[in-house]
């Protein structure tokens, strides 16, 4: 069976979502398939590019799949008659961020409403087109889909792909480790902002490049002027996985942070690792994994009491080691297993 | 720089066309560019070819990168202010091959209509590109005489030359390609029958059909060609080619009707040996010249047999051919020295 995988791409932006494409691929080869990752360009600003956007995959023709699994807007719209769903996210500023400070569409603005009406409208003309074959990454989203289209799914969370890179690791060093892209909603600048507050020697290793290089100059502006360059490193670079895994197999515990995101690879990754994850009560996803005392600590997200968390780890290292333990046994007890992922799929 | 490099692709099916792609992708990248493929699905599905093309012109890459460097048609449609052509070819059915009888389009107003509005497409883009180079003479004859478009060839060079090396003169003719009517496998094995000398033909590559397989073995049988030919019928790794190469007489290529000149016959030069084609050959003629760098014979058993004899027995003059191929590739300047240069200059 020839199945094709579609997705969005913003050029030269690899990411979580782009790593779990290609992950999926793999595996389905693995499992027997012939499957092959189709991307196609995602512009948002203007923001009638994005009507442009959809209306190009509208356009485009996918015979010669037998199967299609639709992971992203605008890609998912593909005309195809044996058509899955495994959603990564909507098109998030249309709905949940729509208002917020991470928002682009103004409320007051006929023309920016009429093309978030455009977009929800779409998403529920397909959706009612899929039901029974819906399936999301994580609660959250499918979440938001009750919440604003008011269509139920089935949750199938992603397992990490390579995930034998990876040893729970007897090492545990003095610092948390925080890898991932840099931008505003990732949040890394609240993990430095808490390095102010922290009263014990932890300290904080922050890997990944910028999606702008602000991102990165706000980063290294913030570690100058709280004077934090003996506590914080920052590596404003793409790291390799082999880079990845040796720094979470020598950190204390890891750090993911981000506001109200879908899923967090970075847990997976800290749990193979063996390390117990400090994230935020408003992350999204880590809440799934991150269970507050058995597999890391789940706080605000202040600066003062992700410093008290940064803390814990470091002064109770039998309890950091511990609940950095409890980490994959929790993944098997969820199910979050390929064999899983790829039999709903394709059944 | 930070370049685009865009292609369509015919989803699930691997082909020459998705090579260059991947091959340019990687050595830009070598010599420190940034670099974004962009592989968009296109079928040469005649009825919804018009939509797919204006699917193409609606993508914003604009300002997502310095450069687009567009390959297979017609993503060429998408839109970028700093647009170069690798052009490698034509939707063909639509153009050169219209009138012959590879084209199964049937001819109505509709087909008609289609036909004018790919032309017009193709161009527009044409019209919007700064710079427009093609992967052969054949394909920039093709730009002029139907679009009006003079574009010099950039000519495709090997991914890793560098594997291939010369060992000796052996007794053997190379012939390293997948094995299929057009590609004449057939006429190689003919032309064994009227050798005078001691040559060898050594055939590798995997047989397209089971009737062909048969029909080799037949005609070997029946010439009693077991002791003259051998066929190794199977794909084979890079390394085992390049041993092939090593210890050949001179190599071998002799399609009908070709646009390019075929990676095998690069393969050969850079092993140091010379080719044989043929005049119907297409693109080989654009690499090789006559008695230089290798033979153009009439694609008849016994012309190839006369080459084939005249190099065995003379391997002083075997060696210096396949030495003036080496000289040839850099006359053409088929090295990606040459090809990032044109497309980053």
New interface residues.
């Given amino acids: 069976m ?1 199945i ?1 995988i579609v997705s969005n ?4 932006l690899y990411g979580g979502a782009e790593f779990l494409e290609d992950s999926l691929c793999k595996r389905l080869g693995e499992y027997g398939y ?1 499957s ?1 990752v ?4 995602l ?1 948002w600003e203007p923001k009638e ?1 994005i009507l ?2 959809i ?11 037998d199967m299609v699994i639709g992971l992203k807007f605008p890609a998912y719209y593909i005309e195809h008659p044996n058509k899955k769903l495994w959603l990564l996210h909507q098109f998030r500023q249309a709905y949940d961020l729509c208002g917020t400070e991470y928002g682009m569409f103004d409320e007051n603005n006929v023309n920016d409403m009429s093309i978030r009406r455009a977009i929800v409208d779409m998403d529920n003309r397909m959706f009612a087109q899929l039901e029974g074959k819906i399936y999301t990454i994580s609660q959250v989203v499918s979440n938001r889909l009750m919440r604003f289209n008011g269509f139920s799914s089935e949750v199938l969370c992603p397992p990490l792909m390579d995930a034998s890179l990876y040893s729970v690791s007897a090492e545990y060093g003095d610092y948390i480790f925080y890898p991932s892209r840099v931008n505003h909603s990732k949040r890394q600048y609240l993990a430095i902002e808490a390095m102010r507050y922290t009263e014990t020697s932890v300290k904080l290793v922050i890997a990944g490049r910028g999606d702008a290089k602000g991102d990165e100059d706000y980063l290294f502006e913030l570690i100058e002027r709280y004077n934090l360059s003996d506590k914080v490193t920052y590596l404003n670079r793409f790291i390799s996985e082999q880079e990845k895994v040796k720094l979470f197999e020598q950190c204390l515990a890891g750090i993911y942070i981000p506001y109200d995101e879908d899923y967090g690879y970075v847990v997976l990754e800290g749990f193979h690792a063996g390390k117990a994850i400090i994230s935020c009560t408003d992350a999204g996803g880590p809440e799934a994994l991150v269970k507050d005392g058995i597999t890391g600590y789940m706080v605000e997200s202040a600066p003062q009491e992700i410093a008290k968390a940064m803390d814990s780890m470091y002064l109770y290292r039998a309890k950091t080691k511990e609940m950095g333990l409890n980490g994959l046994p929790l993944l098997e007890q969820l199910g979050i297993t390929w064999e899983n992922v790829i039999r709903r799929l394709t059944e | 720089m ?1 370049i ?1 490099v865009a292609s369509t692709i ?4 691997n082909g020459g066309g998705t090579l260059i792609v991947d091959w340019l992708e990687e050595k830009l990248k070598e010599y420190g560019h ?1 670099v ?1 493929t ?6 040469h ?1 005649y009825q ?1 070819v018009m ?2 093309m ?8 604009e300002d ?2 310095d450069r687009l460097i567009a390959i297979r048609t017609p993503s060429y449609l998408l839109q970028h202010p700093d647009k170069y052509l690798w052009f490698i070819h034509h939707y063909r059915e639509m153009y050169d091959l219209w009138e012959t009888p590879y084209n199964t389009l049937p001819k109505e107003d509709n087909t008609l209509a289609i036909r004018e509005y790919v032309k017009r497409a193709d161009d527009l883009a044409f019209r919007e590109s700064k710079k427009i180079y093609t992967n052969s003479q054949i394909v920039s004859d093709r730009l002029l005489k139907y679009n009006n478009i003079t574009a010099a060839p950039v000519y495709p060079p090997l991914l890793h030359p560098e594997q291939f090396h010369c060992n000796k003169y052996g007794d053997y003719i190379y012939y390293s390609s997948r094995i299929c009517g057009h590609k004449r496998q057939l006429l190689a094995i003919e032309a064994m029958k009227y050798v005078k000398t001691g040559v060898k033909l050594v055939i590798t590559g995997s047989s397209e059909t089971e009737e062909l397989r048969t029909q080799i073995k037949q005609l070997i049988q029946h010439n009693d060609l077991e002791k003259k030919v051998e066929i190794c019928d199977k794909w084979i790794s890079e390394e085992e080619k390049a041993e092939y190469f090593a210890n050949c007489l001179a190599g071998i290529y002799i399609p009908y009707d070709e646009d390019s000149y075929g990676y095998t016959s690069l393969e050969a030069h850079h092993s140091g040996k010379a080719v044989i084609s043929c005049k119907d050959s297409g693109g080989t003629g654009e690499l090789i010249v006559d008695g230089y760098n290798g033979y153009m014979v009439d694609p008849e058993p016994e012309k190839l047999a006369e080459v084939f004899d005249r190099l065995y027995e003379d391997k002083k003059l075997a060696e210096k051919m396949g030495n003036n191929g080496q000289n040839r590739v850099k006359e053409l300047e088929i090295t990606w020295d040459n090809v990032v240069r044109r497309f980053t200059e």
């Fill in positions: 020839k094709a791409m913003v050029p030269y012939q092959m189709i991307s196609y360009p512009k590019a442009d956007s209306m190009a995959v509208k356009l485009n023709q996918l015979h010669k799949a | 930070k685009i015919v989803p699930f099916v940034q974004q962009i592989k968009i699905p296109f079928e599905d919804t939509t797919q204006l699917g193409l012109r609606m993508y914003h890459i997502a990168a």
